[in-house]
């Protein structure tokens, strides 16, 4: 009989330690998805380049991510043709991309986030300058970029491209815009697919209230949120995995700061 009470205090034991480490977990906001994204079929389209080798020209963009070496993305970004682009939601995602079938090609891979919108030019004909327009999928390259898979002078190329996991460094960061009555948030290094889908905030005297698609990688919500610390609810455009940031910004969070937590997908 002893040792029967002494296994089932055992048993007990580790039930509420188990209990205990994933409440805590739950409490610093991490979250595990349990699904991962993985690389897709590749597949074929063509590439250009735009700016210089500086990537100048690359900085702000319509994901909104301002400049991109503050951001983390540095010069290994590309815009995406419209068919791509997905009004915004493919913010942030992670493609590999390869020259082929061209005299000008490296035979480098390289790996680049979306950073903006390649919009259509529809005075020229798609094969013929048009290279953004419907229904093409395209991606106009940062020029360090395309200088790795080809030769700049080329201007144009077939490429081989798929969809990769984004392995990003610590959270998710969240920069802040709006005011007290009005907050605007940027989402960046997201990881996994890469993409925001939906997001939610809460704050210390609020429920989880839900954030509208602003554009590109932005979410908004018309509330008054100001001396509230804030968490975040977000789910994966790609994975349709949820995860949640519990106190991301303190209190006294400010507009123009940004915040990261210390969770992401994967």
Known sequence: MASFHHRWSLTFFFIVATLALIAQAHAA?????????????????HATFYGDETASETMGGACG?????NS????????????????????????????????????T???????????????QDSDHGGWCNPPRTHFDMAKPAFMKIAQWKAGIVP?????????RKGGIKFSFQGNGYWLLVYVMNVGGGGDVASMWVKGTKTNWLSMSHNWGASYQAFA?????????????????????????????????????ANVNFH
């Open 72 to 107: 983390g993305y540095g010069t290994d970004t590309a815009a995406l043709s419209s068919v791509l682009y997905s009004n915004g939601y493919s913010c942030g995602q992670c493609y590999q991309i390869k020259c082929t079938q061209s005299k000008d090609c490296y035979p």
């Open 65 to 69: 991510y301002g400049n991109l070496f």
């Open 29 to 45: 906001g991490y979250s595990t998805p349990s699904v991962t994204f993985k690389a897709t079929p590749w597949q074929l389209a």
């Open 224 to 260: 008054t949120l100001s001396g509230q610390a804030l968490s975040f609810k977000l789910t994966s455009y790609t994975s349709h995995e949820t995860i949640i940031a519990i106190n991301v910004a303190p209190s006294n969070w400010q507009v123009g700061m940004t915040y990261q």
């Open 109 to 123: 891979i390289v790996t680049v986030t979306a950073t903006n919108l390649c919009p259509p030019n529809w005075s």
């Open 159 to 167: 490429v081989s491209y798929r969809r990769v996991p984004c392995v």
